[in-house]
């Protein structure tokens, strides 16, 4: 078993987390999702793991990966593990919508090449 956690370790880890999220949100609206504690724990849990995994990625691949911004990755996790009871809807929406396909997109290309 392969047990080294490297850039690809974190990436398919990141990977998991994205497929999870992409998969449990196509089929909820903004007033679904908003009125289902249990989707929005696990979008919220879901979004803290692909932070905490980002931060252990290796500053080399944050470096030639700058469509993503790593800041922000960070700065969602902390807003949701910190302020959890008033987290803005609108910007883990905004997020999943805008953001997550692209990260999925950086990651694919990742693992493929490594």
């Known amino acids: 078993m392969d047990n080294v956690k490297n850039d690809k370790y974190y990436a398919n880890k990141i990977m998991t987390d994205v497929q999870y999220l992409i998969k449990l949100t196509e ?6 999702i908003q009125a289902n504690e249990t989707v929005l724990d696990s979008i919220f849990f879901r979004f803290i793991q692909i932070a905490e ?3 252990k ?3 080399e691949l944050k470096t030639s ?9 960070s700065g969602l ?3 949701i593990v910190h302020d959890y009871g008033h987290t803005d ?3 883990i929406l905004s997020t999943l919508e805008e953001d997550i396909p692209e ?3 950086v990651m694919e290309k990742y ?4």
């Open 27 to 32: 089929d909820y609206s903004y007033e679904e």
């Open 103 to 105: 990260l999925k997109k």
């Open 65 to 73: 990966e700058k469509s993503i911004d790593w800041g922000a990755i």
């Open 57 to 59: 990625l290796s500053k």
């Open 111 to 114: 693992i493929d090449i490594n």
């Open 89 to 91: 809807l609108g910007i």
């Open 77 to 79: 996790r902390n807003r």
């Open 53 to 55: 995994n980002s931060a």
